[in-house]
């Protein structure tokens, strides 16, 4: 019968080296994905106060009274950040032959406005002869024509010069995923009035357009409305999320190394070793 014997200490101490390397090759991975959890937290912190000071900006200028519509010789050179979303008054003629439904999604700033319809676009000239473009307001689906090119919208006219207040906008950056405007139909997808206006044959366009506010038309549609910042502000549950992920993994991670090194490490117990038979150790037969 053989007996067991302890590893030797010669074998004990070549085990080191191994047990370094396999740390090692995993500390290397959990500290960049620390790093990476890290700095998507902070992005979401430095997002998390970007929104915050958008909507206090916000919430400022749609609480200022409206200010005259900036001057037509200004309109190259505006300052796209310190014009939008201040209220604005003005005096102009809509020519409602010349108007442009732009599909409506959901809006951020119109609580009051669900389900599917199109915002009406119609361009107003100004009493110098420049044209200002103005979402006038929403209208439902089920109350427009369907056939949009030749349809005679019922309502909502306003004759001669009227006194418009309304939000300054810029127009909508197209993306990859924005649908491709129908002028043939008169749809459009995007809130860009220099596009709607080349398509409608004006000049001396502004670059911005208004939404209107005030007046409310004849049996309410279009229906305007004064905008609302309603934007979502979920960023700090992002921030908790990442910056609680990194947590989690460093606590594991040092669990586990300390769990690794103690099953390791000099202090463990011997290992016994049982020799293979006929090696000529252990007790004679």
Same mark, same amino acid.
């Given at each position: 019968?053989?007996?067991?014997?302890?590893?030797?200490?010669?074998?004990?101490?070549?085990?080191?080296?191994?047990?370094?390397?396999?740390?090692?090759?995993?500390?290397?991975?959990?500290?960049?994905?620390?790093?990476?959890?890290?700095?998507?937290?902070?992005?979401?912190?430095?997002?998390?106060?970007?929104?915050?000071?958008?909507?206090?900006?916000?919430?400022? #200028?749609?609480?200022?009274? !409206?200010?005259?519509? /900036? @001057?037509?010789?200004? $309109?190259?050179?505006? +300052?796209?950040?310190?014009?939008?979303?201040?209220?604005?008054?003005?005096?102009?003629?809509?020519?409602?032959?010349?108007?442009?439904?732009?599909?409506?999604?959901?809006?951020?700033?119109?609580?009051?406005?669900?389900?599917?319809?199109?915002?009406?676009?119609?361009?107003?000239?100004?009493?110098?002869?420049?044209?200002?473009?103005?979402?006038?307001?929403?209208?439902?689906?089920?109350?427009?024509?369907?056939?949009?090119?030749?349809?005679?919208?019922?309502?909502?006219?306003?004759?001669?010069?009227?006194?418009?207040?309304?939000?300054?906008?810029?127009?909508?950056? #197209?993306?990859?995923?924005? !649908?491709?405007?129908? /002028? @043939?139909?008169?749809? $459009?997808?995007?809130? +860009?009035?220099?596009?709607?206006?080349?398509?409608?044959?004006?000049?001396?366009?502004?670059?911005?357009?208004?939404?209107?506010?005030?007046?409310?038309?004849?049996?309410?549609?279009?229906?305007?409305?004064?905008?609302?910042?309603?934007?979502?502000?979920?960023?700090?549950?992002?921030?908790?999320?990442?910056?609680?992920?990194?947590?989690?993994?460093?606590?594991?991670?040092?669990?586990?190394?300390?769990?690794?090194?103690?099953?390791?490490?000099?202090?463990?117990?011997?290992?016994?070793?049982?020799?293979?038979?006929?090696?000529?150790?252990?007790?004679?037969?």
């Amino acid at each position: 019968m053989s007996t067991p014997f302890p590893v030797s200490g010669r074998d004990a101490v070549s085990a080191q080296p191994r047990r370094w390397r396999t740390l090692i090759s995993l500390l290397v991975p959990a500290a960049i994905a620390f790093a990476v959890l890290i700095a998507l937290g902070t992005w979401q912190l430095q997002r998390k106060a970007w929104k915050e000071a958008l909507i206090t900006t916000l919430n400022e #200028r749609l609480a200022e009274p !409206p200010e005259p519509l /900036p @001057a037509a010789a200004s $309109w190259p050179t505006i +300052d796209r950040d310190d014009t939008e979303y201040r209220r604005v008054a003005f005096t102009a003629t809509f020519d409602d032959s010349k108007e442009a439904l732009v599909y409506a999604a959901a809006s951020a700033f119109r609580p009051d406005v669900s389900g599917p319809g199109y915002w009406v676009f119609t361009p107003a000239r100004l009493a110098d002869g420049r044209t200002v473009v103005v979402n006038r307001g929403f209208v439902p689906q089920d109350l427009v024509p369907k056939d949009l090119a030749n349809s005679t919208r019922l309502g909502g006219h306003l004759d001669g010069p009227i006194a418009i207040t309304g939000t300054l906008r810029w127009p909508d950056t #197209r993306s990859w995923f924005t !649908p491709r405007d129908e /002028p @043939a139909h008169n749809l $459009w997808f995007l809130r +860009d009035p220099a596009t709607i206006a080349a398509a409608k044959g004006l000049r001396d366009v502004a670059p911005f357009y208004v939404e209107q506010e005030t007046p409310v038309p004849p049996g309410g549609y279009p229906q305007p409305g004064r905008l609302e910042v309603r934007l979502r502000n979920e960023h700090l549950q992002y921030v908790v999320t990442w910056y609680g992920l990194a947590l989690v993994l460093v606590v594991i991670f040092a669990v586990w190394a300390h769990s690794f090194l103690r099953s390791t490490g000099p202090q463990a117990k011997p290992e016994m070793v049982k020799p293979h038979a006929g090696s000529g150790q252990g007790e004679p037969g």
